[in-house]
C-alpha cells in the first residue's frame, strides 16, 4: 500500500525575505544576487519594514559593487524606491520608515555620494531613480541631505549638469530636485548659480515654449530661479551682470504680442500660460523688495532693459486676468517705489484707457487709446465699480502710493494737479478731491470714497506744505451768494450727514480716516475743524450711539473707533495750544 507524501510546510512572509537577504550578501554570483533582489523588489511595497531591516544595507552595498552592472543598478533603485512609497494598505506602513531609510543614507557621506555618482552615467534609468531617490531622501531628513550634497566631491555641479539633459523626465526630476534643495541655504543657491543655473534655465523655458506655450516646467523653472534670488543680494548681482534682465524682457515682451492666427487657446493651456505669468511676476518681485540690499540697482537694471515698461502694459492689457493685471500693478509699485528718478519718468510713460474696454459713448470700441499712466491708475482704482476688480482697484492704489512715496515734490505736484482739476470741474470721475467733496447721490460704489479717502491721507500724511496748499481748497462762490466753506468743513458735513443717514461703514471710514491723517500734529486744521460746533458733537454722538445703531454692532463699532481717535487728537491739540497761550501770557 502506498502513502502520499505530505505537502512542505508553507514559508511566512518573513522567512522568505530572510531567505532573499541572506542570499544578497552572500552570494558570490552576479546573476544570483540579482535574483534575490527582484524577489526583495516584490515584496518592498507591502512589507517595507521588513525589507528595509534585512537587506537595507544589502542593497546600498550592491550599489557599489555591482554599479558598473546597469540592470542591477536599476533593479536596486527601484527597490529603494518602493521602500521610501510603500502601499498606503500595507500592514508595515509607517512615516517612520522614511526617516529609518533616510538616516541609513544620510549618516554616511558615501551613500549620498555613491547615488550623485550615477548621475555621471549616461543610463536613464539610473539617472532618473537616483535624482527620484536623493529627493525622498531630503524630504525626509532635509538638513542632513543638503550638508551631504553640499560636501560630496562635486555634489553640485553634478546635479545641475543634469539641467543639459535632453531627456524630459530626467531633466525635470532635476529641476524639482533644485527647488527641493535651495529653498533656504544661502551657500547651496550661490554654488547653484555659479555654475550657470540661470542660463541653463533659461534655455530650458525657451525650449520648452517660453511663458506664453510653455507647460508646467516652465512655471517650475521660475519656481527655481525664485529660489535662487530670494533674500540673497549676491545671486542677484551675478544675474544683473550676466544680462539676465535682458533675457526677461524678452520673455515677457512676448506675452504682449497678440495673437495672428485668431485660433482659441484651451482652458487648460490658458491656465497654464496665466500660472506662468504669476510666477514670472513673481520671480521680478524678489529684486525690488522694500529695504533689500541691491534694490535701487535692481529697479534702475529693470527699468533701462524695458521690463517695467512690459509690466505696466501687462497691468492695463484688456486681455489678462484679474489677477495677473493685480500682480503687474503692485509689481510695478515695487519698481519705482522709493526712487526718485523713476517716480518722475513713470509719470510720462503712456498705457491703454481702462475704460476704453467697454466701448466710447457712441458705442464704439477704442481699444487703442492711450492716456498718461497716472490717468489711467485712477481711472482704474476710482471708476471700476465691479466687485471682481476690486483687486485690481486696490493694486491701483498700491501703485499710485508708491508712485509718490517719500517724494514730497511728486506729492505736492499730484496734489495741485488735483486741486486744479476740481476747481475747473475737468476729470470730474477719475478726480480724488472731486470724489470727496462732491459725491454722486446715484453712486452705489462704496469703494470710490475709500480709495479717494486713502490716496488723499497718503499725500497729506506727514506733509505739512501739502496740508497748507489743501487748507486753500474751499467749496461755494461768494459772487453768487453761496456760502464759502473749506474743504475740512465740506468732509466734516459729509461724515455728520453719513453718521445720521447710517451710510456705508466703509465711506465713513475713509472721511474719518482722512480727517485723522489731516487733524493730526495740525493746529490749523484743527481750529478749522472746530469752527464748526455741529462736528464735535456728531463724533460723540457717533461713539455713545454705536451699541444701539439701527445696522448692528459690527459696523458702528469700526466707525466708531475712529470717531475716537478723531477726538482724542482734538483734545490732545486743544490742550497743547491752551498751554502755549498760557506760556506766553
Excluded at 78 to 104: C, G, R, V
Excluded at 539 to 557: M, V
Amino acid at each position: 500500500m502506498f502513502s502520499i507524501a505530505s505537502a512542505p510546510a508553507k514559508q511566512s512572509v518573513g522567512e522568505t525575505i530572510d531567505v532573499l537577504s541572506g542570499r544578497l550578501s552572500s552570494a558570490t554570483l552576479l546573476e544570483d544576487r540579482r535574483a534575490a533582489i527582484l524577489g526583495l523588489r516584490s515584496f518592498a511595497k507591502d512589507y517595507p519594514a521588513s525589507v528595509a531591516s534585512g537587506a537595507l544595507r544589502s542593497l546600498i552595498g550592491s550599489l557599489s559593487k555591482d554599479g558598473e552592472d546597469v540592470d542591477t543598478v536599476k533593479v536596486v533603485l527601484e527597490t529603494l524606491l518602493m521602500l521610501f512609497n510603500p502601499n498606503e494598505d500595507s500592514p508595515e506602513a509607517s512615516e517612520e520608515i522614511a526617516l529609518w531609510l533616510a538616516d541609513e543614507f544620510t549618516q554616511r557621506q558615501e551613500n549620498i555620494t555613491l547615488l550623485l555618482d550615477f548621475l555621471e552615467t549616461n543610463d536613464f534609468y539610473s539617472r532618473l531613480y537616483s535624482l527620484q531617490l536623493l529627493a525622498a531622501i531630503l524630504s525626509a531628513r532635509t538638513e542632513r541631505t543638503e550638508e551631504c550634497i553640499f560636501t560630496a566631491p562635486l555634489g553640485i555641479p553634478r546635479l545641475v549638469s543634469v539641467l543639459d539633459d535632453q531627456r524630459d523626465a530626467i531633466r525635470n526630476e532635476a529641476i524639482i530636485l533644485l527647488t527641493y534643495l535651495t529653498p533656504t541655504s544661502i551657500e547651496i543657491q550661490k554654488l547653484v548659480a555659479f555654475e550657470n543655473a540661470f542660463e541653463r534655465l533659461f534655455a530650458i523655458i525657451e525650449a520648452d515654449g517660453a511663458l506664453v506655450e510653455g507647460g508646467r516646467t516652465v512655471e517650475d523653472c521660475l519656481i527655481l530661479l525664485a529660489n535662487l534670488l530670494r533674500s540673497n543680494s549676491s545671486n542677484q548681482a551675478l544675474f544683473r551682470e550676466s544680462g539676465c534682465m535682458n533675457r526677461l524682457a524678452d520673455l515677457l515682451g512676448r506675452v504682449l504680442k497678440p495673437q495672428t492666427d485668431g485660433s482659441e487657446i484651451a482652458s487648460w493651456a490658458a491656465a497654464q500660460r496665466n500660472r506662468n505669468v504669476y510666477a514670472f511676476l513673481a520671480v521680478i518681485r524678489l529684486f525690488v523688495v522694500r529695504g533689500s540690499a541691491g534694490t535701487s540697482l535692481n529697479q534702475t537694471a529693470i527699468w533701462k532693459h524695458g521690463l517695467a515698461y512690459h509690466i505696466l502694459q501687462l497691468a492695463f492689457s484688456h486681455e489678462a486676468q484679474t489677477q495677473i493685471k493685480a500682480e503687474a500693478l503692485i509689481t510695478c509699485g515695487d519698481v519705482i517705489r522709493q526712487n526718485a528718478p523713476l517716480q518722475e519718468t513713470f509719470a510720462q510713460m503712456m498705457v491703454l484707457s481702462p475704460l476704453a474696454k467697454s466701448g466710447t459713448a457712441d458705442g464704439q470700441a477704442s481699444q487703442g487709446e492711450k492716456v498718461f499712466v497716472i490717468d489711467g491708475l485712477l481711472d482704474l482704482t476710482l471708476c471700476l465699480q465691479d466687485l471682481q476688480e476690486f483687486d485690481v482697484r486696490f493694486a491701483a492704489a498700491e501703485c499710485l502710493q508708491a508712485y509718490f512715496a517719500h517724494h514730497p515734490a511728486v506729492r505736492l505736484h499730484f496734489l495741485g494737479r488735483a486741486i486744479e482739476g476740481h476747481q475747473s470741474g475737468a476729470n470730474e470721475s477719475s478726480n480724488v478731491l472731486t470724489v470727496l467733496l462732491q459725491p454722486s447721490v446715484e453712486s452705489s460704489d462704496p469703494y470710490r470714497q475709500w480709495f479717494a479717502a486713502v490716496i488723499t491721507f497718503h499725500l497729506l500724511h506727514e506733509n505739512s506744505k501739502a496740508k497748507s496748499e489743501a487748507m486753500g481748497l474751499t467749496e461755494g462762490d461768494s459772487e453768487d451768494g453761496e456760502e464759502v466753506v473749506t474743504a475740512i468743513q465740506t468732509l466734516s458735513a459729509h461724515v455728520t450727514s453719513g453718521l445720521r443717514r447710517g451710510d456705508d461703514t466703509r465711506v465713513l471710514v475713509g472721511y474719518l480716516m482722512l480727517l485723522l491723517g489731516w487733524l493730526f500734529e495740525d493746529l490749523d486744521a484743527v481750529n478749522d475743524f472746530l469752527a464748526e460746533g455741529s462736528n464735535v458733537q456728531s463724533l460723540i454722538q457717533s461713539c455713545f450711539t454705536a451699541s444701539s445703531h439701527r445696522r448692528g454692532r459690527d459696523r458702528p463699532r469700526t466707525v466708531h473707533n475712529v470717531a475716537w481717535c478723531c477726538l482724542r487728537i482734538l483734545n490732545k491739540k486743544t490742550h497743547q495750544s491752551q498751554e502755549q497761550h498760557y506760556s506766553l501770557s
